[in-house]
């Protein structure tokens, strides 16, 4: 009977071989995995304004540094203040990047100026934004705000109409009345 227990434990071992040969050596069944790669980060998107001669909202590739913010804005005007940033830090989405001008106090100096030329004043219809931000107590926005008053609703008939944009307070309007005219005449 022994030998009937050996036979057949042979036999069973190598049924049980020829299955592990036969498996290893077939096609695998079904389709190959394939890789996919990760999807493309998504451009940056970032704002430049200030002393650059094309403020706008640009889009540049990942990994852009402030200088090809300041670069694709068509670089620095001659006032800007080139001093100011990192050029080399890295930009992140949704960054705005204000470039200053040169010593932003000159602005102040030159509404100080209009204040101390008798007759001199700043033509609210035809001013420019740097105009309108060299006068004290106008702040970027406030200036933006300003010309779009004008593009929408056309020219201030009185200085007292400065008074309806959003952010003017009588404060600030009793600083800069004086300086201002809605005509071109002193």
């Known amino acids: 009977m022994k030998s009937w227990w050996g036979f057949s434990f042979s036999v ?10 036969l498996l290893a050596a077939s096609q695998p069944r079904g389709h190959p995995v394939t890789l996919v790669p990760p999807p493309p980060q998504a451009p940056l998107v970032v704002h430049v304004s200030g002393a650059v001669i094309a403020p706008g909202v640009y889009t540049l590739p990942v990994g852009s540094r402030v200088q090809d ?27 705005w990047i204000r470039v200053p001008f040169h010593a932003d106090y000159e ?37 933006e705000r300003i010309l779009k008053y004008r593009e929408w ?3 201030f008939e009185t200085l007292d109409d400065l008074l309806v944009i959003y952010g003017m307070t009588r404060e600030t309007f ?3 009345k004086d300086l201002l005219s809605v005509d071109s005449s002193p």
């Open 69 to 95: 913010a300041v670069l694709a804005a068509g670089g620095y005007t001659q006032v800007a203040d080139d001093q100011a940033h990192n050029l080399a830090a890295r930009l992140s989405d949704g960054e």
């Open 174 to 176: 009793d600083l800069i």
């Open 12 to 21: 069973l071992v190598g049924l049980l071989a020829a299955g592990v040969i």
């Open 107 to 143: 602005l102040q100096g030159a509404a100080d100026d209009l204040a101390n030329e008798p007759g001199m004043r700043l033509n609210i219809n035809t001013a420019t934004r740097y105009e309108l931000e060299a006068l004290p107590g106008i702040t970027p926005v406030l200036a």
């Open 153 to 155: 609703y056309g020219e």
